[in-house]
């Protein structure tokens, strides 16, 4: 792999392992849903795909063709796929740098809040007015709680009252840093200096893959 692909592959990746190993550093929990968690890990592999499979894929004649724009329907036909994906998902929030005994307190007081007939199972959640049935799972070594539909009979107005009662609640949280957060901090600088030692000393092969690429 030359060096213009390498730093496709791995750019994408370092800013999102960055990106986690902030909110996981951070004194403060972080809610995302699951479509913008599948999103984000989407753009994270995007440059692994590009000169991975779509790379390898990719008909000479289509290059000859539409030259460079065809990187660019490339990229358009890669962002509707993950955006089908995402939507195609089961619901989910994401909850980063929190626990489930931190995180049950909190979400008790929203449900009281949003819907009186909440039922509760075990760590399985109704709540009926809503059309919400969702269950709870931990990663107590990654710090981190996801409240998951149990069915496909969602209402969607109805994760998003949720989320919107949740993240009210966590506003006001804090909650210790996650030691989790060095490692990814550590991935995403190695990654990163990876890219920065093939731009510095090998600038003159960088460009030249950024045109043998593009075919110009």
């Not at 993950?82 to 979400?107: C, D, G, K």
């Not at 059309?131 to 539909?149: D, F, G, W, Y």
């Not at 966590?170 to 990163?192: C, D, I, K, M, Y």
């Amino acid at each position: 792999m030359d060096g213009f692909r390498l730093c496709l592959a791995l750019g994408p990746l370092t800013v999102y392992l960055l990106l986690l190993a902030w909110i996981n550093l951070s004194r403060r929990p972080f809610l995302v849903s699951g479509a913008r968690d599948l999103a984000a890990l989407g753009v994270a592999v995007s440059g692994m795909v590009l000169v991975g499979p779509i790379e390898l894929l990719l008909p000479e004649q289509a290059i000859y063709v539409y030259k460079g724009y065809v990187w660019l329907l490339l990229l358009v036909m890669y962002s509707l796929c993950v955006s089908l994906a995402a939507l195609l998902s089961r619901q989910r929030l994401t909850i980063y740098n929190f626990s489930l005994e931190q995180l049950r307190p909190l979400l008790a007081e929203a449900i009281d809040e949003i819907e009186p007939e909440a039922r509760w199972a075990g760590t399985c959640l109704s709540l009926p007015k809503l059309r919400v049935e969702l269950h709870l799972e931990s990663s107590p070594a990654l710090k981190n709680v996801s409240l998951v539909a149990t069915g496909d009979e969602q209402s969607f107005a109805g994760w998003r009252r949720l989320e919107q009662a949740l993240r009210a609640r966590l506003r006001q949280a804090e909650s210790p840093t996650n030691a989790w957060g060095v490692v990814l901090a550590f991935g995403s600088f190695v990654l990163a200096a990876c890219i920065g030692w093939q731009v510095m000393l090998h600038p003159q092969a960088v460009t030249a893959g950024f045109r043998e690429m593009l075919r110009m």
